[in-house]
């Protein structure tokens, strides 16, 4: 059962476009929503997270939007550059047994950013 | 502090063979995670500790796989007559528990485990 859903696999974007990743979760009981952006050969590295209590949050170039009622939440990359190619995973996270732990991911998407 | 340190970076042995990783976390945070990656996918839990203690083990560790976390500090994950299908990269990834939450999640860059 795969608890959160990732799309596009792959995304190819100009410098300078807007990258616009998106996941949808079953459970809801997940009350964290983290996004890592992983390079080849390194682990995953936490981008930006959200809680359900905001619906949208913007650290530098990147934002999260998230929809309580639609179960759904995207990464939105504004002015895209090379140096962002890399893996992107959603996960999220749920309150159980009294803390978040355990991280439940997407199967990640691929965005190459061209110069 | 530099982060998650995972040892050996690559591993590759024969199947049958057992094999063990070792994770060492950030020296401040009291919980310790395993991760499994496989091509193309993202992380799964295997499993986590609190301190020395194991709280939960996914239904991925099968019982050719221990974990460890003697004196609540560095981590170990053998596995014992490895498969083909054990082939992955096994990640770490440690967190300092405060009021109910998880904060400063960190993962290691990953022991990549390759059976033949």
């Known amino acids: 059962q795969q608890q959160v859903k990732q799309s596009p696999q792959s995304l190819i974007v100009q410098k300078g476009g807007i990258s616009i990743i998106n996941c949808a979760y079953e459970n809801t009981a997940f009350d964290y929503f983290p996004w890592y952006q992983q390079f080849p050969g390194k682990g995953p590295a936490l981008l930006i997270a959200?809680?359900?209590?905001?619906s949208e949050k913007k650290e530098g170039r990147f934002t999260i939007s998230f929809n309580k009622s639609a179960k759904q939440f995207s990464l939105h990359i504004m002015d895209s550059q090379p140096g962002d190619s890399a893996t992107y995973f959603c996960?999220?996270?749920?309150?159980?047994?009294?803390?978040?732990?355990?991280?439940?991911f997407g199967k990640g998407t691929l965005l190459t950013v061209n110069p | 502090d530099t982060g998650v340190s995972q040892n050996p970076r690559h591993k590759i042995t024969k199947r049958g063979q057992n094999v063990t990783f070792r994770c060492d976390p950030i020296?401040?945070?009291?919980?310790l995670y395993w991760y499994r990656q496989t091509l193309g996918q993202g992380p799964e839990f295997l499993t986590y500790f609190q301190n020395e203690a194991q709280l939960e083990k996914s239904r991925l560790l099968s019982d050719r796989f221990s974990a460890e976390r003697p004196k609540g500090s560095f981590s170990t994950l053998e596995i014992q007559r490895t498969e083909q299908g054990d082939s992955a990269m096994y990640l770490c990834a440690s967190s300092r528990r405060s009021g109910g939450k998880a904060y400063g999640y960190t993962f290691g860059s990953g022991t990549r485990l390759t059976v033949v």
């Open positions: 020296s401040e945070h009291n919980r």
């Open positions: 959200i809680r359900p209590d905001v």
């Open positions: 996960a999220a996270s749920g309150n159980s047994g009294g803390s978040n732990y355990k991280l439940t």
